[in-house]
Each structure stands twice: as C-alpha cells, then as structure tokens.
C-alpha cells in the first residue's frame, strides 16, 4: 500500500472526528453566522477556528478532551469575528469610492438561519428579523444556547461573562424577542 493510498483510507480518529463535526458544524456554523455580516464570513470564520483547533491538537497544545473542542470553537469564532470586523471596518474607511448601494446589498445578503422541510418561510424569515434586530449581547446568548445547545457556563466561558450574566442576558433577549413577536402578530405580520 503506498502512502497516499494510506493516508486516503480513513482512521478510526478521522471517523470520529468527523462524526463529531457532523453533529456539532451546523450549531457553530448558526453561531458564526450571527457573529458575521455574511454567509460567506461565517464560513470562513468557522473554518479557521476549526483549523486553529486541530493545529492545537497535533501539536499537543490543547487543554482538554473532546468535550473541550465546542467551547474552544465558540470563544475562537467569537474573537475571529470581532477580528474579522474590526479588519473589515478599516477597509471600508480606506475605501470611500465603493456606492453605498453595493455595500447595502452585500450586509442585506440573505442566508436563512432556519432550514427545515416543514414551516412557513415567511414566519421563519420574521424570526430571524426578529432576532437580528435584538442587541447582540442578547442574541448571541440566545443563539448559543437554543441552537447551541450550551449551558449558560460554557456561554459565559466562551464570551467571557459570568454564567448568571449570560443566564440573564438570556431572560432580557427572549422578553424583547417575545415583545416583538407580540406586536407583529397583533400587527396581523406573524401566524405564530
């Protein structure tokens, strides 16, 4: 057998890794995506957290077992996204020539964050509106532990807040969520 054919055939760590990527890469891909202006940013983000995790991994530098590698994964997408931001704000001042309607379609990009069979479009669209239009402290504690499925301790880890803060920025985003939802389903906007 020669190497590449060796290194083609899947070991039983490469299994699980992608075992566990498979389950756990569309809660962190829905985290990063609410981290960053576009779908393609999310993308990226994600994928560099995930090649910073294995690269601490084969080195020995990572503190922990697998059931370290989702916290890690939030905190590192969090802080590529705030990097990824700041890196894209400067190039914006650098670049006063580029319309303002080229920019307003590239942040009005739409990439749904609910991606199911079942369920009306129109209502999954207004949940994300609804969310979106949230403070960020509030959504992205709502994000991480709806579709995270993290504990409000693995939340305050990663954004580096206390858990009883991430548990009552959690309690303010769904009241303010809730509110909004009330007012548009009065409106007659919601079929909720």
């Known amino acids: 057998m020669s190497a590449i054919e060796a290194q083609t055939q899947s070991s039983p760590a490469t299994t699980a890794w992608r075992a566990w990527l498979e389950e756990h890469a569309p809660k962190l891909f829905l985290f990063a995506r609410n981290q960053t202006r576009s779908h393609e940013d999310a993308q990226d983000v994600l994928q560099d957290a995930i090649v910073k995790l294995v690269e601490k991994i084969r080195a020995g530098e990572f503190v922990g077992g697998q059931e370290a590698w989702q916290p890690y994964l939030y905190t590192t997408i969090r802080r590529l996204a705030i990097d990824l931001s700041r890196k894209d704000d400067r190039r914006k001042k650098r670049e006063d020539n580029v319309s303002a309607e080229i920019e307003a379609e590239q942040?009005?990009?739409?990439?749904?964050?609910?991606?199911?069979?079942?369920?009306?479009?129109?209502?999954?669209?207004?949940?994300?509106?609804?969310?979106?239009?949230?403070?960020?402290k509030f959504s992205e504690v709502i994000v991480m532990k709806?579709?995270?499925?993290?504990?409000?301790?693995?939340?305050?880890?990663?954004?580096?807040?206390?858990?009883?803060?991430?548990?009552?920025?959690?309690?303010?985003?769904?009241?303010?969520?809730?509110?909004?939802?009330?007012?548009a389903r009065i409106r007659g906007d919601l079929s909720i």
């Open 146 to 183: 709806i579709w995270g499925e993290q504990t409000f301790a693995q939340i305050g880890e990663a954004l580096g807040i206390s858990q009883n803060t991430a548990a009552s920025r959690y309690r303010y985003g769904l009241d303010a969520l809730k509110r909004e939802l009330g007012t």
């Open 107 to 136: 942040l009005e990009a739409f990439h749904p964050w609910f991606d199911s069979d079942g369920g009306d479009e129109e209502t999954k669209n207004q949940l994300e509106d609804a969310i979106k239009s949230l403070p960020e």
